[in-house]
């Protein structure tokens, strides 16, 4: 009688805890089969959970080996996000590099065409006599901005020294001078100074000019291959089940109306980039340090108006030689001595004229709007490697007024567990997903070196200092490489070893669990009820 009376009791139950038949798959079937999976290994109505690895074991149409598929799947696809988000930044880098290296090089050759034109017409016949220095100049100038290996100080000085020989000898016609003489003829134009002060202020332009350019052109190459490779970096295990779960458990376990809740998605996301964030303060001090060196190319004085100023200033250079040769030519005598006469001279070379355009000392509208497009760049993607959580987010995550409808990893409630900090470090209490702080990655901590290594180089190329940035990745091959000071070198000490377990509690309200796991335990009272009257039975006899 008390047997009959409990299977009475428990039937009388069963509709308090709900309707015990399983939901059909078919919704998920065709989710699953546009994701490119075959649709015959999904159930036809819902399985309970326990053997599922990464989604929370309530009934569920996804099987072990589905889930193993969409884990798969989540690795691939975030990795492509990443590398996506990286690869549209580069391409707006390559932008501005592109435009950048156009208009300088444009300015070179504008430069150098003006010079001739205006030399053959101001200086006529001298002018085929020093064509070729002025070719070797622009060369020099083009391949040190090429990044080639040209020490550009001593190419202007060489510059200076073989526009001197030609021009010495074109104009003593009435002279037979050898390479001797020349070479005594040398040594005096430092003191005698035969192009007046023009070469000094000349290479000082110059020289801030050009390592400028080339300086912020080499910012964006490096910048553009420390986002490449970090971009590239392999995902965790750990972070890989974290957007799975994140991204799929909904549609495993029949909530997929429910986008992640937004904290919850920027702790995954935190987690999952915590190394790359760690790129931030020397990604910023390197934006911010191109940006100093744009902001050379426009003052004191403008790029495109040096460079286009040299044809103007070379003839003044030249003019002064030629107003004042009879002094020169006497304190060169006096010191090397009487050249031979010539047995055949030529004619007297005329002085010539400064037919070259004077430029503004100011930016040109095409530099103006280029540097502007440069610098509003550099500010834009300082902050890119904190930002990127909330970026990919943000085509995923729920709205604001979502908050109690979204999927907290658990079920569809609000998500309590407050945001992490960014970096590494920050992540020791992420509840999301499970990281080691002591072992960072090393292709970040590489490219975090390599930056601090450029940003040292830019900075000394700022003043007009030549800076070799062609062996900047031997750099960071090993210790002891000598390339930096030592209070700027990281020493990298150990780290404390702190107490990495997850937390074990957290304040999600009761509700929460009973959601997740209400539809496994619904028939629980009706199991408890058999098993206490099999063991009554059992006792009565």
Request: glycine share 6%; aromatic share 8%.
């Amino acid at each position: 009688m008390g047997f009959l009376l409990l299977l009475v009791l428990c039937a009388l139950t069963g509709p308090v805890f709900g309707d015990s038949k399983p939901k059909i798959c078919t919704e998920l079937r065709q989710f699953y089969s546009s994701k490119g999976f075959s649709p015959n290994g999904v159930p036809a109505t819902e399985l309970s959970g326990e053997h599922l690895r990464v989604c929370p074991q309530s009934y569920t149409c996804c099987t072990t080996g589905m889930e193993e598929n969409l884990l798969n799947l989540s690795r691939r696809e975030f990795e492509t996000q990443v590398k996506e988000s990286g690869r549209t930044l580069q391409a707006s880098i390559s932008g501005q590099y592109k435009s950048f290296d156009d208009y300088f090089l444009q300015l070179l050759n504008r430069s150098e065409a003006s010079l001739q034109s205006s030399f053959q017409t101001g200086f006529g016949p001298l002018f085929s006599q020093v064509a070729k220095v002025f070719q070797d100049l622009y060369s020099d100038l083009r391949r040190y901005y090429r990044g080639t290996k040209v020490n550009l100080e001593e190419a202007l000085n060489e510059f200076w020294a073989h526009l001197l020989e030609r021009l010495f000898k074109a104009l003593n016609p009435q002279y037979s001078i050898g390479e001797e003489y020349l070479e005594c003829v040398a040594k005096q134009s430092e003191t005698l100074k035969p192009f007046g002060d023009t070469p000094k202020e000349l290479k000082i332009k110059v020289m801030r000019t050009v390592i400028a350019a080339r300086t912020f052109l080499q910012g964006l190459v490096i910048s553009g291959e420390a986002l490449r490779k970090v971009s590239q970096v392999s995902l965790s295990t750990e972070c890989v089940r974290s957007v799975m779960k994140m991204t799929y458990c909904p549609h495993c376990n029949g909530v997929a109306f429910a986008k992640p809740c937004s904290n919850y998605c920027k702790n995954v996301m935190k987690g999952c980039l915590a190394n790359q964030a760690d790129l931030d303060s020397e990604w910023r001090n390197l934006a911010d340090t191109m940006l100093q060196v744009v902001d050379k190319m426009s003052r004191p004085y403008s790029a495109d108006s040096v460079i286009l100023s040299l044809p103007k200033r070379v003839a003044e250079a030249i003019l002064y030689m030629q107003d004042n040769l009879n002094t020169f030519n006497n304190k060169v005598f006096q010191a090397c001595g009487s050249p031979v006469l010539s047995s055949t001279p030529e004619d007297q070379i005329k002085r010539g004229r400064n037919a070259a355009e004077e430029v503004s000392s100011t930016p040109g509208f095409q530099l103006e709007k280029l540097l502007s497009d440069m610098s509003r760049m550099l500010r834009d993607v300082m902050q890119y490697w904190i930002l990127l959580p909330s970026k990919l987010c943000a085509d995923r995550e729920s709205g604001p007024s979502e908050v109690d409808t979204c999927w907290n990893g658990i079920s569809v409630n609000r998500y309590l567990p407050e945001v992490m900090g960014d970096g590494l470090a920050n992540q020791i209490n992420n509840p999301e997903v499970e990281i080691d702080i002591t072992k960072p990655d090393m292709t970040v901590r590489q490219q975090i070196m390599q930056l601090k290594i450029v940003i040292n180089r830019l900075k000394y190329a700022i003043n007009g200092n030549d800076v070799d940035f062609q062996d900047a990745s031997d750099d960071i091959s090993g210790s002891g490489s000598g390339m930096c000071p030592e209070d700027q070198c990281p020493h990298n000490p150990r780290l404390a070893a702190p107490n990495t377990d997850r937390p074990k509690v957290y304040a999600y309200p009761s509700e929460n669990k009973k959601v997740a796991n209400g539809r496994s335990s619904q028939n629980l009272p009706c199991i408890s009820l058999y098993l206490l009257s099999l063991v009554t039975v059992l006792l009565r006899r």
